[in-house]
Nanobody, 117 residues
């Protein structure tokens, strides 16, 4: 069983920065890809960033150049470093893992990010 716990969300002003963390526990060897998603009220869930076990990354056009996804394998933690934040970035951010074993994917509970002056 894999468990994901997000942290680091909060209220920031436009132009500010936040670093979200996703602590991973359980059968970590079943993970082959990790993702950050976000969803704002009334909007569809959006894939923000992904990273593979060997470090390959991909980003949504809306955050490219501003957000960075990374992993610290020694700490069993994935991160989303967010800079130059905009009000449009306001959403609940979710960590997700793609697994090689059932249930084949795992979601965290989410952390709220609010960008407002």
């Amino acid at each position: 069983q894999v468990q994901l716990v997000e942290s680091g969300g909060g209220l920031v002003q436009p132009g500010g920065s936040l670093r979200l963390s996703c602590a991973v526990s359980g059968n970590i060897f079943s993970i082959y890809r990790m993702y950050w998603y976000r969803q704002a009220p009334g909007k569809q869930r959006e894939l923000v960033a992904e990273i593979t076990t060997d470090g390959s990354t991909n980003y949504a056009d809306s955050v490219k150049g501003r957000f960075t996804i990374s992993r610290d394998n020694a700490k069993n933690t994935a991160y989303l470093q967010m800079t130059s934040l905009k009000p449009e970035d306001t959403a609940v951010y979710y960590c997700n893992a793609a697994l090689t074993l059932p249930p084949y994917q795992c979601w965290g509970q989410g952390t709220q990010v609010t960008v407002s002056s």
